[in-house]
């Protein structure tokens, strides 16, 4: 049976089998790099043993770790800074305008909530024609205002007069609640947007570079746990010779 060859590691200096460890073109470029990173006249034809590989297999699992968990907690850090960079408060439209109406105001949207319903188009539909019935035919002997009815068609005008400006003043507040509500709106969509950034920034570090970061490192970790088994049969055979 063959000699098996025998190689210098370059960090002992000492002589190994070559199936005792690994050529530095064999391993991963991020693990030569901090090999030679130590020994700068390192050459990718040189030997290293699994003995020492294992320190730099060690250093690269640590390095990966520490570089997806400072990635994290600097995405971390922009979430924070961008749910306080926005202080503004969200409010409740309706418990705010309730709480500032005056008497005006109430009075105002109550005409205008009784003007714009079935109930006031009857009621008035009613007056209306009894006012015509009574007029028109004398009913009761009552005659106050004949056909063409001109003091109804004044009462008609006068509270047209003042039925428009007070729904007016109903509409001016239902556009302060809408200008109120698109403000929250807008503050809601800016913090839901920075938000989603941020997200898809997390999304974006666990596809490109945590995932593949795993799998390397459990990669390292079968190659290191390979290591310490030969190392462990290594000093059973020893142990019996």
Same mark, same amino acid.
């Given at each position: 049976?063959?000699?098996? +060859?025998?190689?210098?590691?370059?960090?002992?200096h000492r002589a190994h089998l070559i199936t005792d460890g690994r050529l530095l073109r064999e391993l991963?470029?991020?693990v030569r790099n901090l090999i030679k990173g130590e020994y700068p006249e390192a050459k990718v034809t040189d030997f290293i043993c699994d003995?020492? =590989? !294992?320190?730099? +297999? =060690?250093m690269?699992?640590?390095g990966l770790i520490n570089a997806d968990v400072k990635q994290t907690n600097k995405i971390n850090r922009r979430l924070t800074k961008a749910m306080q960079s926005d202080d503004y408060d969200i409010?409740?439209?309706?418990?705010?305008l309730n709480k500032s109406l005056t008497v005006g105001q109430r009075v105002s949207d109550a005409v205008a909530r009784f003007g714009g319903s079935w109930g006031f188009i009857l009621i008035f539909s009613l007056v209306l024609i009894v006012w015509m019935l009574i007029n028109g035919l004398s009913l009761f002997g009552v005659h106050f205002d004949p056909f063409p009815f001109i003091l109804l068609n004044l009462a008609l005008s006068c509270i047209a007069a003042i039925q428009a400006p007070i729904i007016m003043m109903s509409q001016n507040r239902a556009a302060d609640r809408d200008r109120m509500n698109s403000e929250n709106d807008y503050h809601v969509n =800016?913090?839901?947007?920075?938000? !989603?950034r941020i997200l898809h920034a997390k999304l974006d570090n666990l596809a490109q570079n945590q995932i593949p970061h795993t !799998?390397?490192?459990q990669k390292l970790e079968i190659e290191i746990l390979g290591q310490i088994r030969n190392e462990v049969d290594s000093l059973q055979k020893d142990k019996e010779i």
């Open positions: 049976m063959a000699q098996e +060859q025998q190689v210098t590691c370059i960090v002992d991963d470029p991020a003995h020492h =590989l !294992l320190k730099y +297999q =060690l690269r699992v640590d409010i409740d439209v309706n418990d705010t =800016l913090k839901s947007e920075h938000e !989603l !799998l390397e490192i």
